[in-house]
């Protein structure tokens, strides 16, 4: 695969969202593949990644211009990212406990290597269980996080990302019940949220890598 073939689409932000958070964005692909087992190449690619964060680049990384973006991201939304860690800041934080990047399975292997190169967080849904664009806005009155009487509640105005029928997920937060892939899965829609600060093809390299990765698996 090369990031010619690879078929981006925007997402769309609702306009009380953008002129509050100018700058903000998605982007999302749609790739044929399923969850299982990583193959030896993108256990590879953990390993390597595992050796370019050393003690020193961990401490350092946050003023790269990218987590430095999230990060300012995070206050203006009223995260402390001292407390609840970026994306990028929270797989540093655990290769240094482990000593390593874990390999656990695709999706989540793709997802953290294509999180780490670029420090951009990349998501992943099935892409069966998601109806129309995906874009960013803020939870309704008495919205819930998915469907159904079982799916918690939501505060009237949290960021979320939704579909055309519910909210998907909460912005860098949880998914909504059932949108995750699964083994059953065959379609992954990959997703990244873009910050002001942000260079478009950054979060396009991002789900080139991710993409990429997924391509390995055959």
């Known amino acids: ?48 990644l595992s050796n370019r964060y050393t003690g020193a680049r961990a401490i350092t990384m946050r003023e790269e211009p990218v987590p430095r973006a999230y990060r300012a991201f995070f206050r203006q939304i009223g995260l402390n990212p001292d407390e609840r860690r970026t994306p990028i800041e929270a797989a540093v934080l655990e290769r240094m406990r482990r000593g390593g990047f874990p390999v656990r399975g695709l999706p989540d292997d793709a997802l953290l290597a ?31 996080l998915g469907v159904g009487e079982r799916a918690p509640a939501l505060p009237a105005g949290q960021l979320v990302f939704a579909d055309a029928r519910q909210s998907l997920g909460v912005l860098f937060g949880d998914l909504a ?20 600060g942000v260079p478009a093809v950054i979060a396009e ?10 391509s390995l698996a055959g």
């Not at 780490?116 to 309704?140: C, F, K, M, N, S």
């Not at 390299?205 to 997924?214: C, Q, R, S, V």
């Open 1 to 48: 695969m090369t990031a010619g073939e690879l078929e981006t689409r925007a997402g769309w932000v609702a306009p009380e969202v953008r002129a509050e958070l100018p700058g903000l964005g998605l982007l999302a692909t749609l790739v044929e593949a399923r969850p299982g087992r990583s193959p030896r190449a993108v256990a590879r690619r953990l390993w390597m």
């Open 114 to 144: 294509a999180t780490v190169d670029t420090g951009v967080p990349v998501l992943a849904l099935d892409a069966d269980h998601v109806e129309g664009d995906v874009g960013i806005r803020l939870a309704g009155r008495r919205e819930r």
């Open 177 to 196: 019940d059932g949108v995750a892939p699964t083994p059953a899965t065959q379609r992954i829609l990959l997703v990244v949220v873009r910050v002001a």
């Open 205 to 214: 390299e991002a789900l080139w890598i991710a993409a990429d990765l997924f």
